[in-house]
């Protein structure tokens, strides 16, 4: 009745084709008339279907037929492209400069990857509202105004940041089968760890130490489900008292991911009210969804600023430091967008301005030639998350061939470097 009866009305009825061109003209024109008009319906309501995805990623499995043609088209790279190409080591060049062997005490250097936080909404980056109390007062910390992304959600942005590739050179399927930045700091010399409160590394961390934390069962760091980011912190007192390799550790954020920012903090670090207390954002006020989330900013203003402290009170047994980038930014209503992931091309500079921020304890500073004044006099320069690779290389004096000075941040910043 429902099937083989209209199969065969359709099959009885007959279709008279105009010629190949014009019929082929004529569904070009409706399919393109029907982008436009999905297109704009969606921008209307852009608010609404942005949490509705964000919340319901299974949603996208259901719409037809761009389910089953992008997961054919995916199996079929996944099988024929990253399957066909055998994995790539890098570096295998890579050693530690001599002057490591001057150094009578350990090393430990921090890389915070920040989640969905945007640069314009910074306080110390000179947004007009205060979230970063804390970090404001923080001397010695050295804030770079003009940072961009390589992507606009995680799943890009993580893998290429640290891939070696530059943004424009980025692709996804061979970083994917190649080795990152941490295979060559581990290949020089330097232990590297991964701790993460979020979802992973997307394949970045695979074959250095890996810790989960965003499961933990601490009942005043952790509830319905998930972790606030001060468990990244939980331990590092008596890690940094035990170290016996000069270490590269990595804290991976939950940061401002949304779109139930009023989650990712306690609720002592509320200080712009009324917040949006729902993941629906069409529910909220687009004032009340930027209150929430700059309260997360305040949060992961605490949050590094408290890192900061116990990397300076023990930087007379240890050289430490802390670099934090973010991942990506975050749209809050401009031009009608919320949350992240738009198209590159088509991104607003709201998801693409990411904050990145450094500090050196004086030990780090004296034992790798880091001039901190000479950083606060470059800190307007354009950099991008394609300078982070061979910043940490050149930091932390590894030498390689892929090592691009023109990369490197850091690079005019070291008076032995320059002098060398």
Same mark, same amino acid.
Request: charged share 20%; net charge neutral.
């Given at each position: 009745?429902?099937?083989?009866?209209?199969?065969?009305?359709?099959?009885?009825?007959?279709?008279?084709?105009?010629?190949?061109?014009?019929?082929?003209?004529?569904?070009?024109?409706?399919?393109?008339?029907? +982008?436009? =008009?999905? &297109?704009?319906? @969606?921008?209307?309501?852009?608010? !609404?279907?942005?949490?509705?995805? $964000?919340?319901?990623?299974?949603?996208?499995?259901?719409?037809?037929?761009?389910?089953?043609?992008?997961?054919?088209?995916?199996?079929?790279?996944?099988?024929?492209?990253?399957?066909?190409?055998?994995?790539?080591?890098?570096?295998?060049?890579?050693?530690?400069?001599?002057?490591?062997?001057?150094?009578?005490?350990?090393?430990?250097? +921090?890389? =915070?990857? &920040?989640?969905? @936080?945007?640069?314009?909404?910074? !306080?110390?980056?000179?947004?007009? $509202?205060?979230?970063?109390?804390?970090?404001?007062?923080?001397?010695?910390?050295?804030?770079?105004?003009?940072?961009?992304?390589?992507?606009?959600?995680?799943?890009?942005?993580?893998?290429?940041?640290?891939?070696?590739?530059?943004?424009?050179?980025?692709?996804?399927?061979?970083?994917?089968?190649?080795?990152?930045?941490?295979?060559?700091?581990?290949?020089? &010399?330097?232990?590297?760890?991964?701790?993460?409160?979020?979802?992973?590394?997307?394949?970045?961390?695979?074959?250095?130490?890996?810790?989960?934390?965003?499961?933990?069962?601490?009942?005043?760091?952790?509830?319905?489900?998930?972790?606030?980011?001060?468990?990244?912190?939980?331990?590092?007192?008596?890690?940094?008292?035990?170290?016996?390799?000069?270490?590269?550790?990595?804290?991976?954020?939950?940061?401002?991911?949304?779109?139930?920012?009023?989650?990712?903090?306690?609720?002592?670090?509320?200080?712009?009210?009324?917040?949006?207390?729902?993941?629906?954002?069409?529910?909220?006020?687009?004032?009340?969804?930027?209150?929430?989330?700059?309260?997360?900013?305040?949060?992961?203003?605490?949050?590094?600023?408290?890192?900061?402290?116990?990397?300076?009170?023990?930087?007379?047994?240890?050289?430490?430091?802390?670099?934090?980038?973010?991942?990506?930014?975050?749209?809050?209503?401009?031009?009608?967008?919320?949350?992240?992931?738009?198209?590159?091309?088509?991104?607003?500079?709201?998801?693409?301005?990411?904050?990145?921020?450094?500090?050196?304890?004086?030990?780090?500073?004296?034992?790798?030639?880091?001039?901190?004044?000479?950083?606060?006099?470059?800190?307007?320069?354009?950099?991008?998350?394609?300078?982070?690779?061979?910043?940490?290389?050149?930091?932390?004096?590894?030498?390689?061939?892929?090592?691009?000075?023109?990369?490197?941040?850091?690079?005019?910043?070291?008076?032995?470097?320059?002098?060398?």
């Amino acid at each position: 009745m429902l099937g083989l009866l209209p199969s065969l009305l359709l099959y009885k009825t007959p279709i008279l084709y105009r010629n190949w061109f014009r019929e082929l003209f004529g569904k070009l024109l409706a399919s393109v008339a029907c +982008v436009v =008009v999905l &297109g704009a319906v @969606a921008l209307m309501n852009y608010q !609404g279907l942005a949490s509705l995805f $964000r919340n319901h990623h299974e949603i996208r499995l259901m719409l037809v037929p761009s389910n089953f043609v992008g997961a054919s088209l995916g199996y079929v790279g996944e099988r024929v492209g990253s399957a066909a190409k055998p994995f790539r080591k890098i570096g295998e060049d890579a050693t530690l400069d001599i002057a490591w062997q001057q150094r009578t005490r350990k090393s430990l250097t +921090v890389l =915070v990857v &920040g989640e969905s @936080a945007r640069a314009p909404n910074f !306080g110390v980056l000179g947004y007009g $509202r205060d979230t970063t109390p804390q970090l404001s007062k923080e001397k010695g910390l050295v804030s770079f105004t003009d940072v961009q992304s390589c992507g606009t959600e995680t799943a890009v942005s993580v893998p290429c940041m640290f891939s070696g590739f530059t943004r424009k050179d980025y692709d996804a399927s061979t970083a994917k089968n190649q080795e990152s930045l941490l295979d060559v700091l581990q290949r020089a &010399g330097l232990a590297v760890r991964w701790r993460d409160n979020q979802s992973g590394c997307k394949g970045t961390c695979d074959r250095v130490l890996f810790e989960d934390v965003s499961n933990l069962k601490d009942p005043a760091l952790c509830a319905d489900d998930e972790c606030r980011d001060e468990v990244l912190l939980k331990g590092l007192d008596s890690f940094i008292d035990n170290l016996q390799q000069d270490t590269v550790l990595v804290l991976h954020q939950m940061g401002s991911h949304g779109p139930d920012y009023y989650k990712r903090y306690p609720q002592a670090y509320e200080r712009f009210t009324l917040v949006c207390r729902s993941n629906a954002l069409n529910q909220c006020s687009q004032d009340s969804i930027v209150n929430a989330y700059d309260n997360t900013l305040v949060y992961t203003d605490h949050v590094l600023a408290s890192l900061i402290d116990i990397l300076r009170s023990k930087q007379d047994k240890v050289d430490t430091a802390m670099l934090y980038l973010s991942d990506h930014g975050e749209s809050l209503g401009e031009y009608n967008l919320f949350l992240h992931g738009t198209p590159y091309m088509l991104a607003p500079e709201q998801q693409k301005h990411v904050p990145l921020l450094a500090w050196f304890s004086d030990s780090y500073k004296a034992s790798f030639g880091i001039d901190s004044d000479c950083l606060q006099k470059n800190r307007n320069q354009p950099l991008s998350q394609d300078n982070l690779f061979h910043s940490m290389l050149g930091l932390l004096q590894v030498h390689t061939a892929l090592y691009k000075p023109q990369l490197d941040l850091f690079a005019s910043c070291r008076p032995m470097l320059a002098a060398h």
